[in-house]
């Protein structure tokens, strides 16, 4: 079965720099969809829900709702909402913030930070399972050429910064 996406409308005359960024959102959204379907299968759970327990997990002492939608990339309604869902279920706690009284810190409790260290564990193999088509050389390569790309574009944006 041949998979439709966003790359297959790209033609040969297309610029190279389209076919490549088409083809880096083709297999993101596939590797995506994957994670996506498994973590509902297996664990019952969304893709937005582990990516607010795994940056809870790496902040022992809890973030603001505000950092959460920073770092999530999300607005404030949407973190609201699945924190509002982890707390009902006791894997995540509400608590004063110490320095804005107006703020809540929010961190994993026992059983999240458990919950979600199972769920880490077996999100790892999926992702090494994906990506077992490269040998570690070609994974080596890939991964210094996306970071010269991700150097180039933080560049990009930078000089935009500073001729706004």
């Not at 088409?22 to 973590?39: D, G, I, K, M, S």
């Not at 829900?49 to 940056?55: N, S, V, W």
């Not at 404030?76 to 009284?101: A, F, Y």
Request: hydrophobic fraction near 40%; include cysteine; aromatic fraction near 4%.
């Amino acid at each position: 079965m041949t998979l439709v996406d966003a790359e297959s409308r790209v033609e040969a005359d297309h610029h190279q720099a389209i076919k490549l960024w088409l083809r880096l959102l083709a297999c993101t959204t596939r590797v995506e969809n994957v994670v996506r379907q498994r973590l509902r299968s297996e664990f019952g759970t969304t893709l937005p829900r582990f990516d607010l327990m795994a940056q809870l997990d790496r902040e022992s002492q809890g973030l603001s709702m505000g950092e959460l939608s920073a770092r999530l990339m999300v607005t404030g309604g949407n973190v609201t909402g699945i924190v509002d869902q982890l707390e009902g279920e006791g894997l995540v706690v509400r608590e004063d913030h110490p320095s804005d009284r107006r703020a809540y810190r929010v961190r994993l409790t026992a059983a999240g930070r458990r919950q979600f260290r199972r769920m880490a564990a077996v999100h790892e193999t999926w992702i090494v399972e994906m990506f077992d088509g490269w040998n570690a050389a070609q994974k080596t390569q890939v991964h210094g050429l996306l970071a010269t790309l991700k150097r180039h574009l933080a560049d990009l944006e930078n000089q935009r910064q500073e001729n706004a």
